[in-house]
């Protein structure tokens, strides 16, 4: 109970809406929806007695309970501060699950369930709130994706770019620029002059000698 409790303090005005509207939904599938007849073929008495929502379950009755109690779920963890996120926004979810609820009901009135020998079936006042309490769970959708902010954007690493030079406008600007060529060429060697031959006779003559000491065949001996 405490849980509860700290939920429904954490919660805001149109969500609190939401969630009694909810709840008053799953509380209305308790009280009589339909109105049943039957004779009795001996004394000809016509006897009528009602069922509520659990009383003839077909898709419409399960698929309006998940939308309730799903509501009332999303609320409570959202209540806690549980971190998901929800396509649209929770006003959109909530939105949609009164609507669909609404819509649900509303065919039930048209395809109700089967009474013995053919009677007539009746829409009894639990079908009539269940109907108001979807609309109403509609409603506080509503107000709650109007009052809603825009999510922030998820965040990314953002890379060390290296600055580079801007050209002017409707200047070309070249594929390359001077600082990629440099980092990708590497930069020419520097040719070292051959040193000078000493003129000392006492010199020890080098070996091999050298390029402009070396005879070649075009030399007169």
Known sequence: MTRVAHAWRALGS????????????????????????????????????????????????AAVFLVAAGVCAMLFARAEERDF??????????????AWAAVL???????????????????????????AA????????????QRERPEPPLRRRATAARPRATSAPGERRPRFSEEDVTSVVPAPRRRTRPAPVSADPRARPRYPPAPQQQLSFDDEA
């Not at 149109?14 to 339909?34: H, S």
């Not at 929770?90 to 009164?98: E, F, K, W």
């Open 134 to 145: 979807a609309g109403v769970l509609a409603y506080a959708g509503w107000r709650m994706r």
């Open 85 to 98: 996120r929800l396509p649209g926004g929770d006003g959109a979810i909530v939105l949609a699950a009164g």
């Open 14 to 61: 149109d969500q609190r809406l939401a969630v009694m509207a909810a709840l008053a939904l799953l509380v209305t599938m308790f009280f009589p929806w339909y109105g049943l007849q039957s004779v009795d073929r001996k004394t000809g008495a016509i006897y009528s007695h009602s069922i509520n929502a659990f009383g003839d379950v077909s898709f419409v009755e």
């Open 105 to 131: 009901i509303f065919y039930r009135v048209f395809d109700r369930p089967a009474a013995p020998n053919h009677y007539p079936v009746g829409i009894e006042w639990g079908f009539v709130l269940a109907f």
